[in-house]
């Protein structure tokens, strides 16, 4: 599911965490469910999809979790 050759390119997590990323360069803190928001609408991009970028982003240490604030990002 990181990389397959068997579906769209823009489905594998790696795009969507680069989208997630670049969203992020101006805003180093986002709320979590005002960046799917976002990201449906301009990518439309699927829930569960968006959990496992987020998920393969926290286990590279490129975002973390904060309860208060949300979506942090870390590079």
Known sequence: MILS????????????GGIILSL??????CDYLE???????EHNISFPL??????WL???SAVEFDEK???????
Do not use: Q, R, T, W
Request: hydrophobic share 40%; proline share 2%.
């Open 50 to 55: 968006y959990n496992f970028a987020l998920d």
């Open 5 to 16: 050759n068997n579906s769209n390119p823009k489905n594998s997590l790696y795009y969507i």
């Open 24 to 29: 992020m360069k101006k805003e180093k803190v």
């Open 35 to 41: 960046l799917y928001m976002f990201l449906k609408k």
């Open 58 to 60: 926290y286990l590279i």
């Open 69 to 75: 604030e949300g979506v942090v990002k870390c590079i």
